[in-house]
């Protein structure tokens, strides 16, 4: 079976000059990558005619999908859709249901529909329009000497929307790609090589039809699980068979056998148990708390925290005691565990969550090098544990990488795995 | 003056299958455009020596300058170096500073030089290493029938590294390109559409060689004037005059005449007057003070402040009355400047700033949908401040949009001109 290759083309001069930053070319990597298609070359080109023309020309030379995104507004400068008309050699003509629903955006932000609007709704003779229930220009299908294009507007939550709702599934009939089953398992705590070591057995014994891939980021690996076979029901089971082999390697580091995030996971933990958590930060500087309140919902179990960046809020507000502090250090487990045990107290919650470290550019010591910090998990239980870990120099880095780590613990506390 | 032309190229199949998000075209785009280079194509390719080859000469017959990244580490997948030096018809020799360099990389951590590693200074005979003070493998400065090549490790911090190191400068002598000025004027609670209202006079009239870019972002619009002249002397001047014409235009618009955020900003003017600042935030979860402590030394002028997600938090941790809330509701410019009293007296600051609001997807009702949000100023000299902000329906974009609006309003208020 020959693979399908696809190319993705993004064009706007606000690309190429670094002015904006283009997440469209990630997001339709990863997408047709889950179809089992497979992107051969990205390419951005200016708002020009010519330099649209020969990208074309050339990407329909490579491969069987090609997807456009961005010129489709109703400026001047916009010229996707003329060049893609000429290109195929079909005139550009007015598509009713494109039409209807340019009309109907408009008038339900009660604007008037203008002549430039309603040129929002030409699209090349032959072509099929993929509905855009977020914006104004829809996306467009069109096939050449068997090549497929598919053209899309710029701004990344239409495009999205178009792929969502209609054009994944469009390519994904179109081509016919085998039954490709994905399998997310969500890991914390241990890092690539390690995880790579501990599950190498059972990674060498996996049958050739199903491929793993390793996704770090601050913390975390998810480990993707791809099948690709002809008999679907087949290959769901053999990589339900695969997880069940895999969950047992993994232990405490895995917190999910699906895509979510650890802030969700908490979220859905703390949910289902009726419970109620708050933080204290000091280096993180709410960071932790964001990525808690980032999920929606998570009012019905955060009821908030304190960020003491300066010793004075850790001993008045969180009772952390000035003996403490002089002897320890701020930055002490010592005064990571008075922290949670402080919010806890005062928020009355059933757990607690405190960070406190040297985010830096500035602060290190040798004892205490930048980068150096303490977490401590507490519950109404009367537990309380801590940890300290080591980063690196980079303030941002720091902030980020210890909420990361600061959120494991807290999962761990609350599922009882400390 | 003809101008001169780049093409950036990534190499890497993480990037194709969308596994990693491409930082370096942007920073590399906007670099060059700083230094009057235009960036015409931007290319993704897989590590694949025939693709590689393909798009080096595609690559080399459209422009003056090609910049590769990624494909330089020392594993077999790794092959950019092995293509460019037989494209360039060079042998890999071994480069002796290049060696140093490595050599020096592994003994500061106390590991020994393996043959793997001292692969890494090999490179194609008559080129030029650009030094990589990050990491192990060098940035290469290549020619061919008068095109540059520079190709660079993938590594963000490496590749800009080298960049602003010696790859910048080197560019510029190269192509000796004309003086080429940039300023940036940062402005603030104004929207891109109103402001080049309020400017078009003085834009229409400025002088060809001096243009203006409009740069926006979360209630934020950067605006660069750029200017391109033999005599930089003369250019200097010319474009301190413009900037003497604009900043009356904008008036309290115009935070900073230089490229700084606004928490930079707000840093600066605490630090210059000595005074302290904290924060209560509701619907923001933490993320306005995440952007307050990502500022390096902000502890000098940080104190601290609450996250109260729950209305208990707000009344028992900053003495908003139950009779208000009730009253009010938690999402109201009364509760909003409660929250910052409460907030002020409680930490005893020069300056407070609430927020409280609804972020969504759930929660809004017909009077306060979901994007309303209420924010407050405090001072100790007893001065409130309150404003109602109405943002869309993504919950991320209204927490990191109210958390901007509300830094605009905390820098006014420390300015005195609200």
Same mark, same amino acid.
């Given at each position: 079976?020959?693979?399908?290759?696809?190319?993705?083309?993004?064009?706007?001069?606000?690309?190429?000059?670094?002015?904006?930053?283009?997440?469209?070319?990630?997001?339709?990597?990863?997408?047709?990558?889950?179809?089992?298609?497979?992107?051969?070359?990205?390419?951005?080109?200016?708002?020009?005619?010519?330099?649209?023309?020969?990208?074309?020309?050339?990407?329909?030379?490579?491969?069987?999908?090609?997807?456009?995104?961005?010129?489709?507004?109703?400026?001047?400068?916009?010229?996707?859709?003329?060049?893609?008309?000429?290109?195929?050699?079909?005139?550009?003509?007015?598509?009713?249901?494109?039409?209807?629903?340019?009309?109907? *955006?408009?008038?339900?932000?009660?604007?008037?529909?203008?002549?430039?609007?309603?040129?929002?709704?030409?699209?090349?003779?032959?072509?099929?329009?993929?509905?855009?229930?977020?914006?104004?220009?829809?996306?467009?299908?069109?096939?050449?000497?068997?090549?497929?294009?598919?053209?899309?507007?710029?701004?990344?939550?239409?495009?999205?929307?178009?792929?969502?709702?209609?054009?994944?599934?469009?390519?994904?009939?179109?081509?016919?790609?085998?039954?490709?089953?994905?399998?997310?398992?969500?890991? +914390?705590?241990?890092?690539?090589?390690?995880?790579?070591?501990?599950?190498?057995?059972?990674?060498? +014994?996996?049958?050739?039809?199903?491929?793993?891939?390793?996704?770090?980021? *601050?913390?975390?690996?998810?480990?993707?699980?791809?099948?690709?076979?002809?008999?679907?029901?087949?290959?769901?089971?053999?990589?339900?068979?695969?997880?069940?082999?895999?969950?047992?390697?993994?232990?405490?580091?895995?917190?999910?056998?699906?895509? $979510?995030?650890?802030?969700?996971?908490?979220?859905?933990?703390?949910?289902?148990?009726?419970?109620?958590?708050?933080? !204290?930060?000091?280096?993180?500087?709410?960071?932790?708390?964001?990525?808690?309140?980032?999920?929606?919902?998570?009012?019905?179990?955060?009821?908030?925290? $304190?960020?003491?960046?300066?010793?004075?809020?850790?001993?008045?507000?969180?009772?952390?005691?000035?003996?403490?502090?002089?002897?320890?250090?701020?930055?002490?487990?010592?005064? !990571?565990?008075?922290?949670?045990?402080?919010?806890?107290?005062?928020?009355?919650?059933?757990?607690?969550?405190? $960070?406190?470290? $040297?985010?830096?550019?500035?602060?290190?010591?040798?004892?205490?090098?930048?980068?150096?910090?303490?977490?401590?998990? !507490?519950?109404?239980?009367?537990?309380?544990?801590?940890?300290?870990?080591?980063?690196?120099?980079?303030?941002?880095?720091?902030?980020?990488?210890?909420?990361?780590? !600061?959120?494991?613990?807290?999962?761990?506390?609350?599922?009882?795995?400390?």
């Amino acid at each position: 079976m020959k693979g399908v290759y696809a190319e993705v083309i993004t064009i706007g001069d606000e690309i190429l000059y670094g002015q904006i930053t283009d997440t469209n070319t990630q997001w339709l990597g990863y997408e047709l990558s889950l179809l089992g298609i497979k992107v051969i070359r990205k390419s951005s080109v200016g708002d020009r005619y010519e330099e649209i023309q020969t990208i074309l020309q050339e990407a329909s030379q490579r491969a069987d999908l090609v997807i456009l995104t961005g010129g489709l507004g109703p400026t001047n400068d916009d010229i996707t859709k003329k060049v893609l008309s000429d290109f195929l050699g079909q005139p550009l003509v007015l598509d009713q249901e494109a039409l209807k629903d340019v009309s109907g *955006f408009f008038l339900s932000r009660g604007r008037e529909l203008t002549d430039i609007n309603r040129q929002q709704a030409l699209v090349p003779e032959g072509s099929t329009i993929l509905r855009n229930q977020y914006g104004t220009a829809p996306g467009m299908w069109s096939i050449r000497e068997q090549v497929v294009f598919i053209s899309l507007p710029g701004v990344p939550y239409e495009m999205k929307g178009i792929m969502k709702d209609y054009g994944l599934s469009a390519i994904k009939k179109h081509f016919q790609t085998p039954a490709i089953l994905h399998r997310i398992i969500r890991t +914390a705590g241990i890092g690539e090589s390690m995880l790579a070591e501990q599950i190498k057995a059972w990674e060498d +014994a996996l049958p050739s039809h199903v491929s793993l891939a390793y996704l770090p980021s *601050f913390a975390s690996v998810k480990l993707r699980l791809t099948g690709v076979h002809e008999n679907r029901h087949w290959l769901e089971e053999e990589i339900n068979r695969q997880v069940e082999l895999l969950l047992p390697l993994l232990g405490k580091y895995s917190y999910a056998s699906e895509d $979510i995030n650890m802030e969700v996971h908490i979220g859905n933990l703390l949910k289902a148990k009726g419970k109620s958590i708050a933080l !204290a930060e000091s280096c993180t500087g709410g960071y932790a708390q964001h990525l808690i309140t980032s999920v929606p919902g998570s009012s019905t179990y955060f009821k908030g925290g $304190i960020v003491s960046y300066s010793n004075e809020i850790k001993e008045k507000e969180l009772g952390v005691s000035k003996a403490l502090l002089d002897q320890k250090g701020a930055v002490s487990l010592e005064v !990571a565990e008075a922290m949670a045990k402080g919010i806890l107290t005062k928020y009355q919650t059933s757990y607690a969550l405190a $960070i406190t470290g $040297i985010a830096g550019p500035d602060g290190g010591s040798v004892e205490k090098p930048v980068g150096f910090v303490c977490m401590a998990f !507490a519950s109404d239980s009367g537990e309380v544990f801590s940890r300290t870990v080591q980063f690196g120099k980079e303030r941002d880095t720091n902030i980020k990488a210890s909420s990361a780590v !600061a959120l494991n613990l807290l999962r761990l506390g609350i599922e009882g795995k400390l």
